[in-house]
DNA sequence: ACCACCATCGGGGACACCCCTGGTCTTCGA
DNA sequence: TCGAAGACCAGGGGTGTCCCCGATGGTGGT
């Protein structure tokens, strides 16, 4: 097997010594990092297989790396290697295109082959790590911020703020629920009032970001 | 390490006793099933660490398990256990709830092993399957599959589209593309007849399902 | 008894949305 | 050169959405 190509990115030169000389010959690093702007650059200009990342990173972290390579490294491939532990942070790099996330705990030889799985296109994972993801991606995170405002609705209020949301009209609501029209206007006045929305567009856009459809 | 606790569902009595062969001893299995509902009975019965799921089963597949068990059996961890290795299969699933997902080209070794990673906590994933729930997390899947419809759509009509989607009014959308309100209403209705949508809340839905906002 | 809150319903109005018919101008390829 | 297609604009009409005003009962607490 070729050795794979690699940019390290981490603001301690330290660390970066020492991922060095763990991975010693079985990997090409490209190029070092120590923040945003230069891990952007040697990115683009050094068109890695894999960049380790560092998530805690001066200049935006490392989420913000990833957006701002994106598309200008085609087949580049980033690995979070944190500290961190935290779900925030798993689920933010994520969502903004790692393809794994490994704390620092793990061992040269098994860093190795996280780098080898990724650049084949796997996914890898400290495995206490998934379950975040998963979780995240079930729609189980969050669930207790809703009720906040949600449960200053009333129960009939709720029952037409989850149709509308659905892209229910008026009319359908009413005949739905066996009630007027004009009861459903109310209702949905409350409603938007409640959740201080202005339209049923924003209800829309509110009910589906907290995945209540 | 005491032995895990396991309920088998699948649809197919050969496979089933080809499974419990292969786990040997290493895993105590409570209860055999070959659909939904026999399965849902199992797992309320039995109360299982793990539930060894297949995903395309008589009476709903596997995720009706999942949900229709939801709250019944506070500590059931489920793995899906399937042939299939399409994404809408594994995503489905892990959605539904499931903390893991692996293809039957499994060995008993690795099953044995990936049961006690879910019993644990961990998410198991065959290497290759993770990519698609990352992928779909981070909604850069069914990027192919939207153009079918979407590129049938001029350049103006995706930006009108895209603004309308969004929540603008058909007045906002107006003064933000220096058009007039007329126009903006010539372009959705090309948009909505070439989509065969039939109204702005369904191409909101419509472009929320593909994550185009 | 009174008040607060909820669910129900109505009139009327301002505007947004969707569809229909029409039109001009440009670009692009047969 | 002529049509096809796209971007642009207009009028009119029917319906939907959101808000204002009002009203009637029921329920529960003080």
């Known amino acids: 097997m070729s050795r794979h190509t690699v940019v390290l990115v981490d603001d301690h030169a330290m660390f970066r010594a020492g991922v060095r000389a763990e991975l010693g ?18 990115v683009i200009s050094g068109q890695p297989e894999v960049v380790l990342l560092d998530v805690h990173l001066p200049g935006g972290g490392g989420a913000e790396v990833i957006r701002r390579t994106a598309g200008k490294a085609a087949d580049t491939k980033f690995l979070a290697l944190s500290v961190s532990d935290a779900a925030e942070d798993v689920i933010g790099t994520i969502r903004a295109g790692a393809r794994g996330y490994v704390t620092k705990t793990i061992t040269g030889e098994e860093l190795v082959d996280a780098i080898e799985r990724v650049a084949a296109g796997d996914a890898v994972f400290s495995p206490r790590l998934a379950g975040f993801v998963l979780d995240a991606f079930a729609g189980t995170i969050e669930v207790a911020a809703i009720d906040e405002d949600l449960d200053r609705l009333t129960e009939r209020e ?20 066996f009630i007027s029209i004009k009861t459903v206007e109310t209702h949905m006045g409350s409603v938007l ?21």
């Open 25 to 42: 010959d079985a990997v090409e690093v490209l190029a070092e990092a120590a923040d945003v702007d230069q891990a952007v650059a040697a």
């Open 193 to 213: 009032r409640k959740l201080q929305l202005s339209s049923r567009h924003e209800l829309t856009r509110w009910a589906s970001e907290r995945r209540l459809l």
């Open 158 to 177: 709720r029952e037409v703020m989850r149709l509308i949301a659905r892209g229910y009209s008026y009319k359908e609501v009413a005949g739905e629920l």
